[in-house]
């Protein structure tokens, strides 16, 4: 027998490969000769780096870059050498997490550090560069990491603009003699599940600047300042690119990244599993087990275990999911390739406990469902 283990992390609990551990010890129990084949999975969010590394003995590297509002952060991202594929959760330098929720500032803060990054990885020779754009502290329009990449932007007054999305108002001249010429021979993929525009009331600054800090009047102020930075984009590159799905992605880094870098969007989900080479193992599987730490209607947007069993579904192979706890409307996920999901609690049990209690419970699921699955399969 052969089985397929593709779970997402559980959030603040175990990471994809730790889910995907336990889950295996658990099925083990039962059927000690299957073939257990484990793919950690991740849809482009928290945790894509890890779950690429982990299945394909990819090399973490560290790189020192300016953080999203002030100082430096120690950023992390993913090589994989064979191919020249660099990985980059832009969270890990430009992220929300980085920044107490007192100090969040979505008017200064800038995606500076993610596009030293991205020069990191060019450094390496990188051919190929995954952005995993969720979790994002900024509403610049991807400006600043531009201009860590050799973009300059300047006032009326030929004065460089300081970072942050507001400052893009001022705007009076791109120039972009000192862009990276390496980046015309990068691929670049953007890994995300956000469709927003740049500008507009589903816009990047509408949307998800309240969160990042901005007040109502700040929201409008911004949004103004990023579609001034999209006209003047648009005259210096020849198109425009501010109304496309994905643009409002990470405070408008899906912009730069689509009007600069030409880059591509394809769900999170998706570039993993190519990654990691799902849809090949799941070629003659008798099962397919994934998860996540909340399923719930949510689960439709192109998170992991929809992703999963769309995959699964294409071999006709079965799928279970094995989630923390099952929210509202997971059934929906019935209609789509998943047929049959289960909670990891028995009984009442608090959010720590079950987060800290993690790995048995999932090990007890898992057995618990072999179990059942023996029965039936001799039926």
Known sequence: MKIIIAPDSFKDSLS??????????????????????QCPMADGGEGTVESVLAACNGELRSQTVLAPLAGTVEAHWGWLADSHTAIIE???ASGLQLVPP?????????????????????????????????????????????QALGVQLFDAEGHALPPGGLALSRLARIDLEGLDPRLADVRFE???????PLCGPHGASAIFGPQKGANPEQVQQLDAALGHFADHCARALGKDVRDEPGSGAAGGLGFAAKAFLGAQFRAGVEVVADLVGLDAAVQGADLVITGEGRFDAQTLRGKTPFGVARIAKQHDV?????????????????AHGVDAAFALPSGPMSLEQACSEAPRLLRKRAADIARVWRVARLH
């Open 318 to 334: 079965p799928v279970i999911v094995i989630a923390g706890t099952l929210g509202e409307g997971y059934e929906q996920m019935y």
């Open 190 to 196: 953007i890994a995300a599940d956000v469709n927003n």
């Open 90 to 92: 832009m969270a890990e």
């Open 102 to 146: 007192e100090q969040r500032d979505a008017c200064a803060s800038t995606t500076f550090g993610t596009g030293e990054l991205i020069r990191a990885a060019l450094d390496l020779g990188a051919q190929r560069i995954i952005l995993a754009i969720g979790g994002s502290a900024t509403n610049d329009g991807g400006a600043g990491a531009m």
């Open 16 to 37: 994809a490969e730790g889910v995907a551990q336990a889950i295996a010890a658990g099925l083990a129990e039962v059927w000690p000769d299957a073939q257990l084949v």
